[in-house]
């Protein structure tokens, strides 16, 4: 076989490869759609025990903004899982060791808050090893928890899970308090169409990937949010709390009660 003919023999090969790849690495985004993550991937979904709301904020801390957060839950009493940003945990370490000392659980969102589907196994692996060591050298403790940034998963963001220990976990009700046109209204509003006990809400603590000040509306729709749960009969805590006393994680238990396991 000539140079030539050999050469347009991978071309070819390679072009037929490359769709395969992608779509392999792309399958799991189909998860990101909430109705049928709710439907069919309760573990991911963040479905748990039905007398329990896991409360979650996302993209902190920040210095302005998480604080006013951490008095309100304290005042209610109430722990939370936070997903935080590497790049925004290294600006505030001090924040970040009072929020675990304070009881709240600390979990992973990467360093920074970019789309996986554009990155590969090891840009990825790279992202959340250097968070995820971050945030244990602060805490003493390695989080368990990862929620990609948009919720939108890959197959490398599953084998890089793997290897250090991480439970990918999403949300089975938000406030779209990121947008600019919501109101603290608005933010309840949206959040108890789908609230159920067992259920998972995401809401944010920061502004960094939001509309300038709209942590301020969710901070003003929490605690008739808390009210409200509370008025169900619901339970508010992190997501360690949220799992069937008997229950196995999301790879076979590792003790009672978690959420998660390693």
């Known amino acids: 076989m000539s140079a030539g003919r050999a050469a347009r ?26 109705p049928l993550r709710n439907r069919v991937m309760p573990r991911l979904a963040g479905q748990g025990r039905a007398d329990h709301v896991a409360l979650t904020f996302d993209d902190g ?35 970040v060791a009072e929020m675990s000392a304070a009881g709240h659980e600390i979990a992973l969102h990467g360093w920074a808050h970019r789309p ?81 006990g067992g259920g998972t809400v995401l809401l944010h603590d920061s502004d960094c990937t939001s509309a300038t000040g709209s942590w301020r509306n969710t901070l003003a729709a929490l605690p008739r949010l808390l009210d409200t749960c509370g008025e169900r009969g619901l339970a508010v805590g992190p997501l360690r709390d949220h799992a069937e006393p008997s229950a196995a994680g999301w790879r076979g238990g ?9």
């Open 9 to 34: 023999t991978l071309l070819r090969a390679a072009a037929a490869v490359v769709p395969v790849a992608a779509a392999a690495h792309a399958a799991p985004v189909v998860s990101s759609f909430g």
């Open 61 to 95: 801390p920040d210095h302005l903004s998480t604080p006013h957060f951490l008095r309100l839950l304290d005042a209610r009493r109430v722990r939370s899982t936070f997903f935080l940003l590497g790049s925004m945990a290294i600006r505030s370490p001090g924040l």
């Open 116 to 196: 996986l589907l554009l990155r590969g196994y090891r840009a990825t692996y790279d992202d959340l090893a250097r968070s995820r060591d971050l945030l244990g050298g602060i805490t003493g403790t390695a989080p368990k928890l990862f929620r990609p940034p948009y919720g939108v998963l890959t197959t490398g963001t599953y084998l890089a899970c793997r290897r250090l220990g991480l439970t990918p976990v999403l949300w089975t009700a938000w406030g779209e308090d990121w947008r600019a046109r919501a109101t603290p209204h608005s933010v309840l509003r949206t959040v108890t169409r789908d609230l159920r």
């Open 254 to 262: 590792h003790g009672p009660g978690k959420f998660y396991t390693t």
